[in-house]
């Protein structure tokens, strides 16, 4: 077995480990094809848990230099891409992340007749926000489904989490430290540092961020998944959005709640909001890429109205790269309900 090494002073145990086995593809010391060693010889090797080997495995087979196969083990791929001997077949199969039973003849009758009540209007640039028809249908699906009372002026749509993210940045500064959890969606550091700021991590216990972590943090902004955070799989517990609520008030930062899959727990599991418990200091952000299908690329924010009043007067240039078309299916797919009723399907499912 190749010799890994997890020093006590350095990084997370998963990122080091994830950064030695992603070396060790690069170099050729697992060609494409190989089977990597089990997660729990590695955990035996370098006395870490089989949870935090999951997790840097987990990092990799998002990236592609992996692909783990069931009841088999994870096996390298070459150079971070799809194996040969399955992309056509991925090609033409539906991607694991959408689900099975997904109203997709109800969504088709709303693209035709967006098409007819619309006409030469979906040709037309999207408004610098998103259309006003988007904002509402998110507007009245928030009160339903999160308790939130927000209006369309402090709406925002753009194309997915990441672009959400870079925007962020920009908004807040890149003198900004953003405090992430760990682990956390890589993605989410990797927009942040490129686009100029720093990011500081803070490890997660078994309720949401470690306490003492939390009370010590100095960062301007604070960047939190309260449900099912990826990879850890983690929720925060009411106790622990309450402390997060605190520690923003306390020091008057912000709070950036990436709620991404929340809409997927059961009704009486929902989770309160940190938008709800502090709406003044919270950007809410979310995206339908887990609610409806990855294609959409469709995200959106919601500010506090001095936020949204100070983007307006920096970034208020900004074009919503949002197709009019997608933002007015989405409305009505939203707006008629069959948005809920997929997702409440879902739940029952998952109840099982």
């Not at 709406?279 to 990855?294: G, H, N």
Request: aromatic share 8%.
């Amino acid at each position: 077995m190749t010799r890994f090494k997890i020093e006590k002073q350095g990084p997370s145990a998963y990122r080091q480990l994830y950064a030695q086995l992603k070396e060790a593809l690069v170099s050729g010391a697992y060609p494409p094809g190989s089977r990597l060693p089990s997660k729990r010889a590695l955990a035996a090797e370098l006395g870490i848990s089989v949870i935090t080997v999951e997790h840097a495995l987990a990092l990799l087979a998002d990236e592609g230099w992996v692909e783990p196969r069931e009841r088999s083990g994870v096996y390298a791929l070459p150079h971070g891409g799809v194996a040969p001997a399955r992309a056509a077949l991925e090609e033409m199969s539906l991607p694991q992340n959408v689900p099975k039973d997904f109203p997709f003849n109800a969504l088709a009758r709303i693209m035709r007749r967006t098409l007819a009540d619309k006409g030469e209007r979906i040709l037309a640039k999207s408004p610098p926000l998103g259309t006003i028809e988007l904002r509402g249908a998110i507007r009245r699906y928030l009160a339903r489904s999160r308790g939130l009372d927000v209006d369309e002026g402090r709406i925002l749509i753009g194309s997915g989490a990441e672009a959400l993210y870079a925007l962020l940045v920009q908004l807040l500064g890149r003198g900004t430290l953003f405090a992430v959890e760990d682990p956390s969606w890589e993605k989410i550091r990797l927009v942040y540092e490129h686009n100029g700021a720093r990011c500081v991590f803070l490890p997660m216990g078994p309720d949401g961020i470690d306490d003492a972590a939390l009370s010590a943090c100095a960062a301007g902004a604070l960047h939190v998944t309260p449900y099912r955070s990826y990879p850890s799989g983690i929720s925060a517990s009411a106790a622990k959005r309450a402390a997060y609520a605190a520690w923003a008030e306390a020091r008057g930062t912000w709070l950036i709640e990436d709620d991404y899959n929340s809409e997927l727990a059961s009704p009486r599991g929902r989770i309160e909001t940190l938008a709800a418990l502090l709406p003044e200091r919270t950007l809410y952000l979310s995206t339908f890429s887990k609610t409806i299908a990855p294609s959409f690329r469709t995200g959106y924010l919601v500010l506090p109205a001095p936020l949204m009043a100070e983007y307006r007067e920096r970034l208020g240039f900004y074009s919503c790269s949002v197709p009019v078309y997608d933002q007015y299916v989405l409305a009505e797919f939203i707006d008629s309900g069959e948005l809920e009723r997929s997702l409440s399907r879902r739940r029952r499912k998952q109840r099982g």
